[in-house]
């Protein structure tokens, strides 16, 4: 896996609540997980696909900024949106675009909201290795997503019954998959919703029959990633950087930071770093699809 976490800065904690299993990260410049003389501190909170990233990106601003302190907490964007709303949070990551709801609830409570797309990412579809089946239609993707097709041979696999699963509805992982791959219609009883990206990962890789989605930055090689036609099968395309990028990888988006501009002197210098060369390098190096080629 491309997430790459210093010892020297990580702060595991695993916090359950409400029906959801969260990963904190808390981020500092030094082993005991605070820094109490720093200058600057605050929180990014959400998606958990923009989370490796950000991790990544915290970890080297803060050995350039040894007076900063980064604390960095997953669970879903539908999480960071509500957090920065509740001002519990300086910064949302979100692999989606705020909802006409949410900017109207932003409005309400007179907060000033900034969007910022900080890089791009590709949505993979991914499957057990075992499993022979390498490309699915646009079609078929939402066809078992929904429940329609129940079994890997009805798409030229074994005889085996598929095994789909999605992140919580929380995610904007979640709602972007159901929007662009299956054309906004609703997921089937039987999928199997996860709390993060990882436990998609890891339960695809231990299931024969599964079927999952995850960003480019949670590619392993204890899965298999598959090609997918928008075109009714006549071309294939593979999930990845340079796909991304030509626009030939059909299910690909930008990752987003929110925050109130009351509090830009605080982050816009991460902001900032995030957007440079250096930041936009480690876009890259983390597994994720820079700006700019």
Known sequence: MKRIMSALWVLLLVA???????????????????????????????SDTVLPLAQKEAEEYMKAHPDAAITIVGGGSGVGITALQDGTTEIAMSSRPLKTEEKMEFREKNLNIKEIVIANDALAVIVNPKNKVSKLTHEQLGDIFTGKITNWKQV????????????????????????????????????????????????????????????LAYETK????????????KTYVEPGIEAAQNG????????????????????????????????????????????KK
Do not use: W
Not at 251 to 261: A, I, K, Q
């Open 16 to 46: 359950c609540g409400n029906n959801t299993n969260n990963q904190q990260t808390g981020y500092s410049s030094d082993s005991a997980g605070v820094n109490k003389n720093a200058k600057t501190s605050f929180t990014i909170k959400g």
């Open 156 to 215: 030229g696999g074994n005889d085996a019954k598929i095994i789909a699963y999605a992140r919580e509805t929380s995610s904007g992982t979640y709602e972007f998959f159901k929007e662009h791959v299956m054309d906004k219609k609703n997921y089937a009883s039987s999928v199997l919703n996860m709390p993060a990206t990882g436990a998609i990962v890891e339960s695809v890789s231990k299931t024969e029959g599964a079927i999952g989605y995850v960003g």
């Open 222 to 233: 204890e899965v298999k990633q598959l090609a997918v036609s928008y075109d009714q099968g």
């Open 248 to 291: 030939t990888y059909p299910v690909s988006r930008p990752l987003y930071f929110y925050y109130d501009t009351s509090k830009e002197n605080i982050v816009k210098p991460f902001v900032d770093y995030i957007l440079s060369d250096t930041g936009q390098q480690l876009v890259k190096d983390v597994g994720y699809v820079p700006l």
